[in-house]
């Protein structure tokens, strides 16, 4: 069990919060006195609120993984944390030190002073849908809970980051019982509870848990180094929809597109281009985005690999020094400087009727901005927002409404059953392909 002490901002007293101007004059002035700084008993005699700093106490759970005081929890139960107490089942509480967290995973490591500690083991092997579990924890500050339930699903993705392969949980689990571990029949730890699914904010009976093999993966680089290293390629991706295999020609949608290579990154710099079609690393093929960004990750920093692309209809096969991730900040943003901002306007609107958009001219000189999209249109349906700068057309940069429609063309003469356009917007960088009628 984890007590984490953080630091809350001193609230003024010059006006009642909100919604409490309505409240009666007794319950105001107790407000005033005892739930604000500054209030009454302030001696500073000038008007102005001294500060007073507050702290405040989140709870979560935790497990000891060695007997010389390692402990296991979620890095989002000690976000922000100014200490750290650890709670023993016997009450016994300990002040303990952070050793690393890692937010990509959602994992993080204390340590305690001391030794002969109760600890847990990880499974060896993955648990099998359908096996009974063991959820413990601390819900709503409660204490040490055990809860009940079976492994309803292993590989969940809930789009909490590229590295989710959570295990679904069909047991009661509640606020609190973050970083606690799930437990198999046998008593060794398959998975550390870290999120549920809650339409109310209640309990519903699904959650999910971090499996064993990435918890000691993650805690071993905790431990040795303080941090988590990561191999880093350096591209936007996403998936190749039908309509994206369509608009290119080709039959799977095997791999993952490069929706945006970061200058001076390390796919960049191996002539890995935006538009390319990620398949294999070493030779090992990759399903999806999902798939290559977890391949990549567990690679070190600095080594060299073999990345298969399709280019053209061509398969082509690049060296990549691969970069730290730990060093990336920014590069989203990089990508989007040294915009051409004195471009002459452009000239003309246009309307591509089949499709449901209406183009218009993009302010700053690069790309065709779209004014409107129909609902109910092949491009309303495929996700195309007003807003949003179409700089490409298939390979080919467009500045005008006149090229748009060339590209389209083009992809009708060459028998495609749609267009892809290369899209900048607040979703970042993206492909995306619109299916049109040919006549």
């Keep these: ?58 709870q979560g759970s935790g497990f000891f993984i060695s007997d010389d005081g390692f402990v296991v929890t979620n890095a989002h139960v000690v976000a922000d944390g100014t200490g750290y107490t650890v709670v023993t089942q016997d009450g016994k509480e300990l002040d303990a030190k952070l050793i690393g967290k890692d937010e990509r995973t959602d994992l993080a490591l204390l340590k305690v002073q001391g030794n002969n500690f109760k600890y847990v083991t990880f499974a060896p092997d993955t648990p099998k849908v359908g096996q009974w579990v063991l959820a413990v ?10 809860t009940a339930g079976i492994i309803s699903a292993e590989g969940r993705d809930i789009g909490s980051g590229p590295y989710d392969n959570f295990l679904q949980i069909d047991a009661p689990v509640n606020r609190g019982n973050s970083g606690g571990p799930t437990f198999n029949v046998h008593g060794q730890v398959v998975g550390v509870n870290t999120a549920i699914f809650s339409p109310s904010g209640g309990n519903v009976g699904i959650a999910f848990a971090i499996p064993a093999d990435t918890v000691s993966e993650i805690v071993g680089d905790l431990k040795d180094k303080g941090i988590v290293t990561r191999g880093w390629l350096g591209v936007q991706i996403q998936p190749v929809t039908d309509d994206i295999a369509k608009s290119l020609g080709i039959d799977n949608t095997h791999g993952a597109i490069v929706a945006d290579a970061t200058p001076d990154g390390p796919a960049q710099g191996a002539g890995i281009k935006t538009g390319d079609i990620i398949t294999k690393v070493n030779g090992t093929e990759v399903a999806n985005p999902k798939e290559l960004s977890e391949t990549i990750a567990k690679l070190e920093p600095g080594a060299k690999v073999n990345v298969t692309v399709v280019r053209d209809g061509k398969e082509q096969n690049l060296s990549v020094t691969l970069g730290n991730l730990g060093d990336f900040d920014k590069s989203e943003q990089a990508s989007k400087d040294n915009k051409n901002k004195d471009a002459a306007p452009q000239e003309g609107h246009g309307s591509l009727t089949a499709l449901g958009i209406t183009l218009e001219p993009n302010p700053d000189g690069q790309g065709v901005r779209v004014a409107s999209v129909e609902e109910e249109s092949p491009a309303g349906d495929k996700g195309l927002q007003v807003g949003d700068v179409i700089v490409a057309v298939g390979s080919k940069s467009v500045g005008s409404v006149a090229d748009v429609e060339a590209g389209i063309a083009a992809a ?6 749609a267009v892809l356009f290369r899209v900048q917007g607040q ?10 009628e040919r006549g």
């Design 1 to 58: 069990m984890d007590s984490v002490k953080t630091e809350i901002a001193a609230v003024s007293n010059r006006g009642m919060p909100e919604g409490m101007d309505d409240l009666p004059p007794g319950l105001q002035e107790f407000f005033r006195r005892f739930q604000m700084p500054g209030g009454p008993g302030d001696d500073q005699g000038n008007g102005q609120e001294p500060y007073h700093p507050r702290h405040g106490m989140s």
């Design 137 to 146: 924890g601390n819900p709503f500050g409660l204490g040490g809970t055990v």
């Design 427 to 436: 979703q970042g960088n993206r492909f995306v392909g619109v299916p049109f």
């Design 412 to 417: 009708q003469d060459q028998g495609r059953d």
